[in-house]
């Protein structure tokens, strides 16, 4: 075992994230095409132990890592942007007939070269590894900043973010549409708003969500139960992924009884309610 710190980028449309260096323990996250991590140990079986740009840790494969610090430097420098998505391919050339050189979820980056070159509703782009390909231009948008958008922008396309993940299966420690967690879910819809929440399902200090009262919940705040977390849609009305016999993905439920998607066990178990808002 080697402890270093050095900067990786993930290099596999999905790198799965574990919680101990063994493919056959659970899954506690899944890292995207294109984030850079934090490798903190590097182990003699080809393991390592990472930290996340959003502050979370776990072991990952080093083969879906390129650690090789020049190109690590440069992808971090230059102008990159975000899958919406929900898959995206890379192809070898700016037509469908292209062979797929990588794909990448919704929430991975890609690099454009500066200034973008748009061919007939293409772009050219750049891998990891440098090669470059061409990717439909309407599967892109820049990546996202607080910066000058109101809160209730912020709200409104965070809940869109997470709705594009309607009947996505559920998936222990999953964040890309093939399968997706509570914690996944909420945690996702963030990021790809430009916030970073904690991964997984309560409210943690040094985070940006704090817990307010119940009747001050808005649209976009997060309600959290014993072990589960879900996305207010309306100020009664929540989306979440569960595991629950019968839903078994991303649904929507309803906090008034009346409604025919009413929960009741999660009604009766909101512990808080917590809110990014106001942005610090």
Not at 102 to 110: D, T
Request: aromatic share 10%.
């Amino acid at each position: 075992m080697m402890k270093t710190t050095v900067k990786a980028i993930a290099n596999r449309t999905i790198v799965p994230l574990y919680e101990t260096p063994n493919h056959l323990t659970a899954l506690s996250d899944e890292v995207l095409y294109g984030m850079t991590v934090h490798v903190e140990e590097f182990f003699s079986d080809r393991w390592c132990y990472i930290t996340t740009e959003y502050l979370y840790h776990g072991y990952v494969s080093s083969d879906d890592l390129l650690i090789l610090p020049d190109q690590t430097e440069t992808w971090q420098k230059s102008h990159k942007m975000r899958v919406h998505w929900a898959y995206a391919d890379v192809l070898s050339e700016p037509k469908v007939q292209g062979y797929c050189m990588q794909e990448i979820p919704r929430g991975g980056l890609i690099c454009v070269p500066d200034p973008v070159h748009s061919d007939n509703g293409w772009l050219q782009v750049i891998l990891a590894d440098g090669r470059t390909g061409y990717m439909k231009e309407h599967f892109l948008g820049e990546i996202k900043t607080t910066d000058n958008r109101t809160e209730s922008d912020i709200r409104h396309d965070v809940i869109e973010t997470a709705m594009s993940y309607l009947g996505t299966q559920y998936r222990w420690g999953g964040k890309t549409p093939l399968g997706i967690d509570c914690s996944g879910l909420t945690s996702v819809s963030y990021l790809i708003n430009g916030i970073f929440t904690f991964r997984d399902a309560k409210i943690m200090d040094g985070f940006p969500v704090k817990e307010i009262d119940f009747e001050d919940r808005k649209p976009g705040d997060l309600l959290y139960f014993k072990g589960h977390i879900a996305l207010l849609t309306e100020k009664n009305r929540y989306i979440h992924s569960t595991g629950r016999s019968g839903s078994d993905g991303v649904v929507l439920n309803s906090l008034n009884p009346s409604d025919p998607d009413y929960r009741e066990d999660l009604a009766e178990g909101i512990l808080a309610v917590g809110s990014v808002f106001p942005l610090v």
